[in-house]
Every structure is written in C-alpha cells, then in structure tokens.
C-alpha cells in the first residue's frame, strides 16, 4: 500500500493550489482517504476526510469554506482543491488512509489512520 502526494509548493496568498493523492496497492473505493496537515511547531491536524464516515466528505470547521476534497476512484486519486490561501496555510500536508469506518471526530484523529503518504511542503507567501 503506497501512497503518493504531490501538487505543493510555493504560492502567493489568495491563490489556489490542488493538492493530489495517489493510491496504489489497494482498491481505494474501499478506503476513506484524508488530509492532515502540520505547521512548525504545531501538531497535526486533520483538514478533511472523504469517505471516512460511510460516505460524503468532512471537513475542519475552519477550512470546509474554501477546502474540498474530491477523488476519482477510476484513477486512484484523491485532491484537495486549496483557494484563497492565506500564510496560516503554509504547512505540510499529508494523506492518509484507512480502511475502518469512522464515528463522530474519530476521523480527526491521526491513529485512525493505518497508512500515510509522505508529506509535501505548502508554503502561502508573497
């Protein structure tokens, strides 16, 4: 089970970015794939979840306005469309997926998580 992020970078804020997920070694309509994200010093957050919680999408409170996540089973891909970036964006983000159902903010929670990407660097700044 492999799976494989990209799309970071450097952007300037009130940009867009789409970050990608690709899974490889499993049948992903299987799984519930989420984003996490971790700024310095700061401890690991879950930014949103598809398929986590049976179906449908969660998102942090704070970031389901201008987050969303999408995926394309066919492709074994899942995105996270990114817009109106601000510098407390800047982090490193993460996928991460597992095959267990999720309850209430369990899906927040990174133990939940049996399999993860490597991180990719999103820095917001001008």
């Known amino acids: 089970v492999q799976l494989q992020a990209s799309g970071g970078g450097l952007v300037q804020p009130g940009n867009s970015l789409r970050l990608s997920c690709e899974a490889s070694?499993?049948?992903?309509?299987?799984?519930?794939i989420a984003w996490f994200r971790q700024a310095p010093g700061k401890e690991r957050e879950a930014v949103a979840c598809i398929k986590c919680r049976g179906g449908g999408e969660d998102y942090a409170d704070s970031l389901k306005d201008r987050f969303t996540i999408s995926r394309d089973n066919a492709k074994n891909m899942v995105y996270l469309q990114m817009n109106s970036l601000t510098p407390e964006d800047t982090a490193v983000y993460y996928c991460?997926?597992?095959?267990?159902?999720?309850?209430?903010?369990?899906?927040?929670?990174?133990?939940?998580?049996?399999?993860w990407g490597q991180g990719i660097q999103v820095t917001v700044s001008s």
């Open positions: 991460a997926a597992d095959s267990s159902s999720k309850y209430g903010t369990g899906w927040t929670t990174t133990y939940e998580y049996k399999y």
């Open positions: 070694g499993f049948n992903l309509d299987d799984y519930g």
